[in-house]
């Protein structure tokens, strides 16, 4: 028996909506198909934006998108994607799958796309293969109000008003595909390009996300601190940076044979949570770097990529990253997310990769057809610690499972908040193949009156197909009693609950 003690009272952070934020890259069938298919499509659209997988999005109170990658970032020159679409320049998208990128979506559709979802916007400029110039006009053309170049531009493609920019990333993974930069060279850049980010709005500035890690190259972070890292000096009411990213990936292969993502076995599944797990101790060492130059941590932790991944689905174009999502997603999922609850002190947003058809998708998509995968469940079910505090929580009695010595994870992990109302939500995962867990849960002073559960369960295989689309849903939860203010119930092996406590 795994006792669960929760101290509502005891707020240890705000937890930040753009945690559970979404990223999408010009790649595969992203943004074509998937988010966009265009005014003249016959699935159904609202200004080119697919309406079936916006209305999903925005029933998972999706809070950011991150927009144009990714690798494609620092290949993409924004005046290619505004205008008339029939003169749009066409290329070669050669990150991904060497197919031809039209432009048809770019910034206007990017804006449109963020409006109709409500959520926040998060540009990614290109450094790599980009000038100063380039980038510095593109802030002009999308946020400038008064007379500009940029903004006379803007106004002539048929948008008055501007927009707002809520981040910006200055280039994208600039020791890899962003350029091969040692983390000296790329402080450097980052200094002379933040520069020329112009806050054109005192009360809308523009955030600006210094390009982070690889997963653990702690290097990288102290490197990148090190050169880029100023508070604001007044009267200046910024300093350099107001995020630093980093991406980190769960492969349980080798990046040649990265593993499927639907024929595993409860090894594999072992392994790939071992690696979510890792997670934590990456933020907390990557975190413990920053804090050396931040200690009351101003600057956020952007994990703005992470995610399975594995080989592509079988018979698809390999570049295009596409793959299924089973249970196992969605325990990587619930443990990732309550991993950065618990760290909400210092990750400020993380964007998943990637909302549509790439990657860990929460949505698939077939020509008319869509379907919610696992781990779109699990931002759903935790969509309500979004704005919430987070309070402290601590499990006793958990223990290590695994299926070998070297690969053990915690049987249970859990993340606990109050919102503004002093709703307490909770949730936790079982990550067990076949193991039940049965838990108490117990408050500092709350006495239960109204708890709403829900559970997402199926063996450790399953997952949604276009023929099946709700093999693995959302459920009620309600096999649960309460005595004395204790609340006991039984997780499943394989499992996430969330419940909702007044
Ligand atoms: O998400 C796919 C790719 O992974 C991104 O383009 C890149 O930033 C990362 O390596």
């Known amino acids: 028996m795994a006792k669960l003690f929760i101290n509502e009272r005891n707020k240890m952070g705000h937890i930040n909506p753009e945690i559970y934020g979404h990223f999408s890259e010009h790649l595969g069938r992203c943004i074509y198909e998937g988010l966009y298919v ?29 927009w144009p990658g990714g690798c494609f970032a620092d290949e993409y020159h924004w005046k290619d994607g505004i205008g008339p679409k029939e003169e749009r320049k066409k290329m070669i998208n050669t990150h991904w799958g060497g197919v031809v990128e039209d432009n048809s979506f770019g910034t206007h559709e990017f804006f449109e796309l963020c409006e109709q979802l409500g959520c926040k916007t998060y540009v990614n400029g290109n450094v790599g293969s980009g000038t100063v110039q380039e980038m510095s006009e593109w802030v002009e053309y999308i946020t400038f109000d008064g007379v500009s170049p940029m903004a ?75 050169t880029c890292f100023e508070m604001p000096q007044p009267p200046a009411a910024h300093g350099y940076m107001d995020g630093l990213s980093l991406h980190y990936y769960v492969v349980p292969g080798v990046w040649e044979h990265k593993g499927s993502a639907t024929r595993f076995d409860e090894n594999d599944w072992y392994k790939t949570l071992k690696k979510a797990v890792f997670m934590k101790e990456l933020v907390e060492r ?51 997310l309550n991993i950065f609850n618990k760290h909400c002190d210092r990750v400020k947003m993380a964007c998943i990769a990637q909302t549509v058809n790439v990657l860990q998708s929460v949505i698939l998509t077939e020509g008319p057809k869509m379907i919610l995968t696992p781990t779109y469940h699990v931002f759903h079910m935790y969509k309500h610690h979004q704005d919430a505090d987070l309070v402290e929580s601590f499990l006793e009695g958990n223990k290590m499972i695994g299926t070998d010595q070297d690969c053990q994870v915690p049987f249970l992990n859990e993340s606990v908040s109050v919102d503004k109302d002093g709703c307490v939500k909770v949730t936790l995962t079982n990550l067990s193949v076949s193991e039940d867990a049965p838990v108490e849960m117990s ?48 997780a499943p092996a394989g499992s996430v609950i969330s419940f909702r406590i007044r």
């Not at 697919?50 to 809070?63: C, F, G, S, T």
């Not at 595909?177 to 500035?205: F, I, S, W």
């Open 38 to 66: 265009g005014e003249n499509s016959d699935i159904p659209n609202v200004n080119g934006m697919r309406k079936d997988v916006v209305e999903a999005l925005k029933e998972m109170q999706i809070p950011v998108l991150r």
């Open 152 to 226: 006379d531009l803007r106004k002539k493609n048929g948008h008055e008003k501007p927009w707002k920019i809520d981040y910006f990333g200055i280039g994208n993974e600039n020791w890899g595909c962003g350029g091969n930069m040692t983390p000296e060279y790329y402080a450097n850049l980052y200094r002379r390009y933040q520069t020329y980010v112009r806050q054109y709005h005192a009360d809308k500035p523009v955030k600006k996300v210094c390009g982070g890690a690889n997963g653990d190259e702690y290097y990288w972070t102290k490197k990148v601190m090190d």
């Open 286 to 336: 990557h975190g413990a770097i920053m804090d050396q130059y931040d200690p009351h941590k101003e600057i956020g932790m952007i994990v703005d990529e992470w995610g399975c991944w594995f080989d592509v689905e079988p018979g698809t174009n390999p570049g295009f990253l596409y793959q299924q999502n089973t249970m196992r997603d969605a325990l990587v999922a619930g443990v990732t």
């Open 443 to 490: 408050f500092m002073s709350l006495v239960p009156q109204e708890i709403t559960g829900t559970i997402l369960r199926g063996e450790m295989h399953a997952c949604n197909t276009f023929e099946e689309p709700e093999q693995v849903k959302e459920e009620n939860f309600n096999a649960y009693e309460v005595t004395d203010g204790v609340i006991s119930f039984t």
